[in-house]
């Protein structure tokens, strides 16, 4: 499948829920290749209440844990033998690096590009990134268990 991915296609590839499903729209997939996501930073979310609360910062490893379910669906779409029952691991974070804030009414886009697979073990290059500017990069590796 290539194309857009809503919340409720998400929610059939992904186990996460509130709060912790951090992709709420793919917007543009292309299996084995790249995937853009998107996810609307909203004031109501429960980390901000101790997470720097006199100035709302959406948590790095959040913004991580963002990029790396991004990877999972970008895996799901990718090869025909992930379907029902597959799970999707973070497997891996190599070089992460975070450039800016990221607060309340922020929409973090979310990019996954593929770089190679090896058995079950998918390898990225991901970016977020608001208004065009860089917020945080990873390499992001994710595991594919069947079953």
Not at 27 to 55: D, I, M, S
Not at 135 to 142: E, F, G, H, L, P
Request: glycine letters at 6%.
């Amino acid at each position: 499948m290539s194309g857009s991915l809503d919340i409720l296609q998400i929610q059939q590839l992904l186990p996460h829920r509130y709060p912790f499903l951090l992709v709420d729209k793919v917007l543009e997939c292309e299996p084995k290749a790249r995937l853009l996501a998107c996810k609307n930073v909203t004031f109501n979310e429960p980390f901000f209440q101790g997470h720097f609360p006199k100035k709302p910062v959406f948590p790095g490893v959040l913004m991580l844990e963002a990029l790396a379910q991004a990877t999972a669906l970008l895996t799901s779409q990718s090869d025909d033998q992930f379907g029902p029952g597959t799970t999707y691991f973070l497997a891996g974070i190599d070089k992460a690096r975070f450039k800016q804030q990221v607060g309340p009414g922020d929409q973090l886009m979310l990019e996954a590009i593929y770089v190679k697979s090896r058995r079950n073990i998918w390898s990225f290059e991901c970016r977020a990134e608001v208004d065009g500017k860089l917020a945080a990069s990873a390499n992001i590796m994710c595991a594919a268990v069947v079953g």
